[in-house]
């Protein structure tokens, strides 16, 4: 069966840190690039990173020195590690797989996890 399931989302307070996880499983993440998108309730799916397949790597600007994304292939897996978060930044969190370049457009991707919750919040 192939599928992305997200994980290491919680609860965390302002400027604290997270480490997400993207595992696939079904089929090897080698050869596609893998976005991180989060979505807070009333507002639109936004993209947070991409690393593509060959390890070229997209941050949104509002993210940029505090989030990092990582692959590692022999684990089937991608990380997106976030630190100093705000408590806007609560939402649920995505990973999507694309056999295309980076950057993901929102709603493209030929895989989807079901998502992980984040909030931050004192």
């Known amino acids: 069966q192939v599928q992305l399931v997200e994980s290491g989302g919680g609860l965390v307070q302002p400027g604290g840190s997270l480490r997400l996880s993207c595992a696939a499983s079904?089929?090897?993440?080698?050869?596609?690039?893998i976005g991180w998108f989060r979505q807070a309730p009333g507002k639109e799916r936004e993209g947070v990173s991409c690393?593509?397949?060959?390890?070229?790597?997209y941050y949104a600007d509002s993210v940029k020195g505090r989030f990092t994304i990582s692959r590692d292939n022999a684990k089937n897996t991608v990380y997106l590690q976030m630190n100093s978060l705000k408590p806007e930044e609560t939402a649920v969190y995505y990973c999507?797989?694309?056999?295309?370049?980076?950057?993901?457009?929102?709603?493209?991707?030929?895989?989807w996890g079901q998502g992980t919750q984040v909030t931050v919040s004192s």
């Open positions: 079904g089929f090897t993440l080698d050869y596609y690039a």
């Open positions: 999507a797989a694309d056999l295309g370049p980076c950057p993901i457009q929102t709603f493209g991707g030929d895989y």
């Open positions: 690393i593509s397949s060959n390890n070229r790597i």
